[in-house]
Structures are given as structure tokens and as C-alpha cells.
């Protein structure tokens, strides 16, 4: 069965120090894997997503993620942390080829950014 | 580009009856979904659709039902409101890549309660 885990439900980092969101996954085909963030009272947010390719993968406000696959996990991480960082993050997957076109969500990692 | 469109914003049921919650995207996205968002939960798939026609179930779609009719549009129907339904739902469209969709883009979503 596919799955996406983010063991920390809530993370609080000082401003300016780095800070990382927690994400491991199980799939039984080859993962996409995909970071959100969600503000209040908005939808989510794409950030940066990885296919193939390079492991370390950087996308949008600075953030970036490294695949691991012997670890299966995905962590998002950000050198230094600003205050409007503060959000909700969620984790995706989709298990290509075998769920089709479906995708699984974390639980969500609720990040406050201390000033 | 608006994006992805939701209405209403916010709607309160009384138990047993019905609505439909508009989706529309203007990005001609191939893929559609719908999410439910409860807290500490993450997001619930309840439908999603391929392509104009082609409509599948997800996680959670049992007192939804859906249509596509169109590219642009992918309506909600829940039919018997219950206090169970009492959620903020998501639509979320996604373009095609070689191993199908990818990053999704999301709704502003809409917060229904039934009383």
C-alpha cells in the first residue's frame, strides 16, 4: 500500500537558522514525491517535486529536498528560516505506474518560524 | 489566468440536503480532483478525473457523486447532507507529463458544515 509519513506534527525553528520538514513515504513502484505549503484559509501551494534525475531538488521561496531512496525519504529543508515561512507543509505521492493517476498526502507539518 | 476556481467560499447545510460545489480551471488540465480536508487528517481523495467523460472514485467518495462534462469543469454533488460531510473540500487540476500528472494546483477551497 502506498503511504506518506510526517512524523512531526508540529516544528518551531528560530528565525534564521535552517530548518527541515520531515517526510518518509512507501510505494511499491517508483515514487513522485512533492511538497505543498498551505496558508491559513488558502489552498495549497506548489513548492518542488522530484521525478528523476537529481536528488537534491530546489524550488520555489528558497526551499529544497533530497530523495533518499534506501532511507525512502524526502525531507524539505531551507537554509534560513524566515518568520513568513510559518504555514502548514504536506507531503505527496503518487506510486507510478501502480495507483494510477492518484496522489497520497501526508498528515501535515505545522512550521512556526520564531522571531 | 485565474487558475483554479472554487464556489461557494463557505455554505451551511442543514442535514439531508443537497449541493454542488463548482470547480472550474482555465489552464486545460487533463486532470481533476477533488479533496477533503479535515484537521490533523491531511487531504482525502474523494474523486478525480482523467479527461472530459472520465470520472474515477478515490479514498473517500462514498455520499459524493461527480460529472465531466467539460475540460473546464468538475462539479460536486452531495446528495443527503450528513453531519459526517462537514469539511473543507479542495479541487486541484494537473497537467500531463510522460508518466501522467504531476504537481497539482489547488482551489481556495470551500468550508461546508452541516448542522
Known amino acids: 500500500a502506498q503511504s506518506v509519513a510526517q512524523p512531526e506534527d508540529q516544528v518551531n525553528v528560530a528565525e534564521g537558522n535552517p530548518l527541515t520538514v520531515k517526510c518518509t513515504y512507501s510505494v511499491s513502484g517508483n515514487p513522485y514525491l512533492f511538497w505543498y505549503v498551505q496558508y491559513p484559509n488558502r489552498g495549497l501551494q506548489f513548492l518542488l517535486k522530484y521525478i528523476t534525475g537529481d536528488n537534491l531538488v530546489k524550488g520555489s521561496y528558497g526551499f529544497e529536498a533530497e530523495f533518499n531512496k534506501s532511507q525512502t525519504s524526502f525531507h524539505l529543508k531551507k537554509p534560513s528560516a524566515l518568520v513568513s515561512d510559518s504555514a502548514l507543509y504536506f507531503c505527496a505521492v503518487r506510486d507510478y505506474p501502480n495507483t494510477g493517476n492518484q496522489f497520497y498526502f501526508g498528515t501535515g507539518t505545522s512550521l512556526t518560524v520564531i522571531p | 489566468n485565474a487558475g483554479v476556481t472554487q464556489t461557494p467560499k463557505f455554505r451551511i447545510l442543514k442535514i439531508g440536503q443537497s449541493m454542488t460545489l463548482q470547480c472550474t480551471q482555465d489552464m486545460n488540465h487533463n486532470y481533476m480532483y477533488w479533496y477533503r480536508q479535515d484537521p490533523g487528517m491531511g487531504l482525502k481523495l474523494i474523486y478525480y478525473?482523467?479527461?472530459?467523460?472520465?470520472?474515477d472514485k478515490g479514498e473517500v467518495p462514498n455520499g459524493y457523486n461527480v460529472s465531466r462534462s467539460t475540460t473546464e469543469d468538475f462539479p460536486l454533488r452531495l446528495e443527503l447532507a450528513a453531519p459526517s460531510q462537514t469539511s473543507v473540500y479542495f479541487c486541484?487540476?494537473?497537467?500531463?507529463?510522460?508518466?501522467?500528472?504531476?504537481?497539482?494546483?489547488f482551489g481556495p477551497g470551500t468550508r461546508l458544515t452541516v448542522l
Open positions: 478525473s482523467v479527461g472530459a467523460g472520465i470520472t
Open positions: 486541484a487540476s494537473s497537467y500531463s507529463s510522460a508518466g501522467g500528472p504531476v504537481e497539482q494546483f
